[in-house]
């Protein structure tokens, strides 16, 4: 699999933001099929940093309603990527 196909996007919530700051800990949204070492090495490859750390989550979708109508966000899969002290990723927040 293609480290670009792996790393989907970075998650900017406050929560993730303060882990940022505080513990060097990146959220990402990742593909579904990718393990840990496959994430470990495509953040490593793609922002030239050294992963500690990987954490992972699968996350189901939320219901959503629309008036009369009902449907179901999908689901999807949720890493938190420690790198090392001192080193750091470039995440445009206002984009």
């Given at each position: 699999m293609d480290s670009i196909a792996i790393?989907?996007?970075p998650v900017i919530?406050?929560?993730a933001t303060l882990l940022r700051?505080?513990?060097n800990k990146y959220v990402f949204i990742v593909a579904k099929e990718a393990n840990k070492q496959q994430i470990k090495t495509a953040v490593e490859e793609i922002f030239k940093v050294?992963?500690?750390k990987v954490h992972t989550v699968n996350m189901p979708g939320k219901l959503k309603r629309?008036?009369?109508h009902s449907g179901c966000r999908p689901d999807y899969k949720?890493?938190?990527v420690k790198i090392k002290s001192g080193?750091?990723?470039k995440i445009a927040e206002g984009a």
């Open positions: 790393i989907k996007r919530t406050e929560k700051e505080k513990e050294n992963v500690l629309v008036g009369a949720k890493a938190t080193q750091s990723i």
